[in-house]
């Protein structure tokens, strides 16, 4: 199965985009790595290197945003959610402008870059911001819809993007992006996995070693992590016992916490969250990390067939 990374995809659709709509795209000198660089080469005129600062970065795409035209501002999801939380909240959130935060390089699976730059509280920031939408693409097709979606969406947005190249799901010409509705793609009858990012693809490996277990599992691609699909939450968890979230991302405040609310409220069940527990990322071999914390398709099996049997 090919594999290409979200923010490859990212970078394309700016290029792609680039002549059909006005917008400006703006980076903190990680124009390389956030594949911002390949919109840069293409519009000059609209594009910015702000230098480390992403403070500032936000803050100039909030006064550009105020004259109508929408920026798109990257860097890594630690630098961009943490760094300028501030400028996010207050000069972009608070006024509603048109900026789309994208965010790369988020979880541990940016490796040897270790805990600094791992950031696995960038969905917790930004989902608890009022009125801003969060999306975690699943795979690279979904990423270069989602960037022209949320170019005609008017409002601040948080877009999650991979280091990692992953399996490519979904075909381009047939992958139609819309906000806040998850995409079922396996149904099975005796427990659910709701995931989102790279772990989607993670997911539906492991419900094929559940299937070897005697363990029927459905697999829900949540891309919109807010505002999150209650509808298909509330549908996939009827009838299940116990169902599952699993995200490279803390398991407080982010997609386990999402789902949970609208469980706790509306289908009451055993909800397990595989993620990263409360602890910090650290260096090593991005797939030697993702084993580690639980979060690749072996450690995802075990752990459900523990729960379901245990």
């Known amino acids: 199965m090919e594999k290409i990374a979200t923010r490859t995809a990212y970078g394309n659709a700016l290029k792609d ?3 059909k709509y006005n917008f400006y795209v703006m980076d903190a000198d990680l124009s390389s790595s956030t594949q911002t660089a390949v919109f840069g080469k293409s519009f000059p005129e609209r594009f910015a ?3 480390i600062a992403e403070g500032n970065m936000a803050s100039v795409a909030a006064g550009i945003a105020s004259t109508g035209v929408p920026v798109f501002i990257s860097s890594f999801a630690m630098f961009a959610t943490g760094r300028a939380f ?4 207050n000069s972009i959130a608070y006024p509603k402008l048109n900026v789309k935060v994208c965010a790369s390089h988020a979880g541990v699976s940016v490796g040897e870059d270790g805990a600094t730059h791992q950031c696995v509280e960038d969905i917790s920031l930004m989902r608890s911001i009022p009125g801003m939408t969060v999306i975690v693409p699943a795979d690279a097709t979904e990423a270069y819809a989602a960037v022209e979606a949320i170019m005609n969406y008017n409002g601040p947005v948080y877009l999650r993007l991979a280091r990692l190249a992953t399996p490519v799901l979904f075909e381009k010409d047939n992958y139609k ?6 995409v079922a793609l396996k149904e099975g009858k005796d ?4 995931a989102t990012g790279m772990m989607v693809s993670e997911s539906l490996e492991a419900a094929k070693i559940l299937e070897k277990h005697g363990i ?7 891309h919109t992590i807010k505002p999150i699909d209650r509808e298909a939450v509330v549908k996939h968890s009827d009838g299940k016992k116990r169902i599952f979230t699993v995200e490279e991302h803390s398991i407080i405040g982010g997609l386990g916490d999402a789902v949970s609310e609208v469980i706790v409220s509306e289908s009451p069940r055993f909800i397990t969250k595989i993620g ?19 979060l ?15």
């Open 17 to 19: 985009l680039g002549n």
């Open 177 to 182: 992006f819309e906000f806040g509705k998850a």
């Open 216 to 222: 029927d599992a459905s697999v829900i691609n949540i």
């Open 276 to 294: 990263i527990n409360d602890v910090f990322g650290e260096s090593g071999k991005a797939l030697e990390v993702l084993e580690k914390h639980g």
């Open 191 to 194: 427990t659910t996995i709701f």
């Open 49 to 51: 290197n702000c230098g």
């Open 86 to 89: 501030e400028q996010i909240r």
């Open 296 to 310: 690749c398709a072996e450690k995802i099996a075990e752990r459900i067939i523990a729960e379901l049997k245990g």
